[in-house]
């Protein structure tokens, strides 16, 4: 079982910030900004490779709770970054799709 399918099942802790049936939204246990949260489905999807019409839903779910969350943690006015990395030379580590919701500095871009 992957991460953070271990944190869904509660073998795993984590800070929570959000959940209902279908996502958990946590802090990121190394956050690279004062504002880091990262959002899942509780479905194992491995990554955006894996989305696709029969389980689509929960993302649209995931971006309006990402609306929700930025404005209860105070960056929706000073502006924020949603980033998924996909893959080795996207940069992801966990195998489970998963939105990093970054704010509280100034980000810059483009990224490294
Ligand atoms: P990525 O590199 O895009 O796959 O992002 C994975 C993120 O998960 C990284 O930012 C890690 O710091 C974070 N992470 C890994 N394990 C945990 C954990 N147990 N609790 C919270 N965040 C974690």
Known sequence: MCIFCK???KEIPC???YEDEKILA???INPSAPVHVLVIPKEHIT???YINEGNAEVVGHIFTTIAKLAKELGVDESGYRVVTNIGMQGG???AHL???LLGGRNLGWPPG
């Open 7 to 9: 944190i869904v099942d």
């Open 15 to 17: 800070t929570k910030v």
């Open 26 to 28: 946590f802090k990121d």
């Open 47 to 49: 990554s955006v490779n």
């Open 92 to 94: 992801q580590s966990v």
């Open 98 to 100: 998963h939105f990093h």
